[in-house]
């Protein structure tokens, strides 16, 4: 099992940047694909960003070419840079840790891009 916390939301005005982080626990996290999800009252959550333990990436469209997820193994951790972020990024983002046994996701962090 995998537990994760996620951390580094806040409010940002449009045009500007965050970085999330997630750190997970487990001394096997270098074999963990990790991925960033977000959520929106009403709607379903929405995988954003994905790194395999190989670091292979993929993102949704959406916000291809202004998130990139990036993972530290030392340090257990995942991180989100946001850029250019738009009002429409407002979400709560989650951490999901994947290994064997299944999908493990954080509480949330929330972001909010307002002027």
């Known amino acids: 099992q995998v537990h994760v916390v996620e951390s580094g939301g806040g409010l940002v005005q449009p045009g500007g940047s965050l970085r999330l982080s997630c750190e997970a626990s487990g001394s096997m996290f270098i074999g963990y694909t990790m991925a960033w999800g977000r959520q929106v009252p009403g709607k379903q959550r929405e995988l954003v960003a994905l790194i395999t333990p190989s670091r292979n990436t993929n993102y949704a469209e959406s916000v291809k070419g202004r998130f990139t997820i990036s993972r530290d193994n030392a340090k257990n951790t995942v991180y989100l840079q946001m850029n250019s972020l738009k009002p429409e990024d407002t979400a709560v983002y989650y951490c999901?840790?994947?290994?064997?046994?299944?999908?493990?996701w954080g509480q949330g962090t929330q972001v909010t891009v307002s002027s």
């Open positions: 999901r840790g994947s290994d064997h046994s299944g999908d493990y």
